[in-house]
Nanobody
Framework: QVQLVESGGGLVQAGGSLRLSCAAS????????MGWFRQAPGKEREFVAA????????NYAESVKNRFTISRDNAKNTVYLQLDSLKPEDTAVYYC?????????????????WGRGTQVTVSS
């Protein structure tokens, strides 16, 4: 069973940056595509970004394209999400998840293991 632990969240002003990390253990990390999702208070969880096994293909939600960057380091069993030009509407709990199908798709049903999340709060 894979365990995922997110870190790097915090409070930042609008226009600022954060770098989220997701450390995986208990499985073969390079077998999975990885995704990031987020959930704001009172809203449904939504797709943010995903990356394939070797990082050759990435996929972003329109709302974060050109502001967020997903990457991975298979030697460290870690996936990252660089958040730049943050906006108050980016405030949410951010979750990473594993995609055993390797699709890097946006549908949450593709993902089988999830972390507990890290809070990102952007003040105006």
């Amino acid at each position: 069973q894979v365990q995922l632990v997110e870190s790097g969240g915090g409070l930042v002003q609008a226009g600022g940056s954060l770098r989220l990390s997701c450390a995986a253990s208990g499985g073969t990390f390079s077998n999975y595509a990885m995704g990031w999702f987020r959930q704001a208070p009172g809203k449904e969880r939504e797709f943010v970004a995903a990356i394939t096994w070797r990082g050759g293909t990435t996929n972003y939600a329109e709302s974060v394209k050109n502001r967020f960057t997903i990457s991975r380091d298979n030697a460290k069993n870690t996936v990252y999400l660089q958040l730049d030009s943050l906006k108050p509407e980016d405030t949410a709990v951010y979750y990473c998840a594993t995609d055993p199908y390797g699709s890097s798709g946006s549908a949450s049903y593709l993902y089988n293991y999830w972390g507990r999340g890290t809070q990102v709060t952007v003040s105006s």
